[in-house]
């Protein structure tokens, strides 16, 4: 990832998550998973929070997050990004997520969340409605007064989803569906 997020890797972090997110993607992504976001909380032991989701849609389980531990652990033993002790967790994505990538964006299509700009779009760093998906260049909202919002990716500091009955309700039938399944 780059400094500056591309469209497809809106995490809005700073140059060491950025850093830390391209060296461990590869391990990652070999393993069928993709990373989500990576941030680093606290200063004194810092601690590396990696998100993270299964590259087929289906929900991550905690061995995941343990395989994902173990391979994110080993890149970042050998890269070293980080000086003196630190902690990392890896977790999954959960069900009000956050959407940093256009492919969350239109996944979650039909579903509410709450938006941050770096910048005012309309006088307004804040948004809250329904969302309409992205491409590239601008995800789209539907606000709760019914007018459709175009928000900059490059502009947005922050996206998450709003826990709803409906968005619970379609992550327990992709739950169902993914233990219905046959074993990879």
């Not at 590869?26 to 590396?48: C, D, F, N, W």
């Not at 709003?162 to 619970?168: E, F, K, Q, R, S």
């Not at 327990?172 to 399944?181: L, N, Y």
Request: one cysteine or more.
């Amino acid at each position: 990832m780059n400094a500056r997020p591309s469209a497809d890797d809106n995490d809005q972090s700073g140059p060491l998550e950025s850093r830390i997110a391209a060296a461990i993607g590869p391990a990652v992504e070999s393993m069928g998973y993709e990373v989500v976001r990576v941030l680093i909380l606290g200063r004194e032991r810092p601690t590396v929070q990696v998100m993270a989701d299964r590259a087929d849609g289906t929900l991550i389980s905690v061995e995941d997050c343990e395989r994902i531990s173990h391979a994110v652990s080993a890149v970042l033993d050998v890269d070293d990004p980080i000086p003196g002790a630190w902690n990392l967790e890896v977790s999954s994505a959960g069900i009000d997520r956050p959407l940093t990538r256009v492919k969350d964006w239109v996944r979650f299509a039909g579903h509410q969340a709450r938006v941050e700009m770096l910048a005012p779009v309309g006088g307004r760093r804040r948004f809250t409605g329904v969302v309409l998906g992205a491409d590239a260049d601008a995800a789209r909202v539907r606000l709760e007064d019914g007018t459709d919002v175009v928000l900059p990716m490059g502009d947005i500091r922050r996206a998450k989803l709003i826990l709803t009955d409906a968005l619970i309700d379609a992550t327990a039938q992709q739950g169902a569906s993914s233990t219905s399944s046959p074993a990879h």
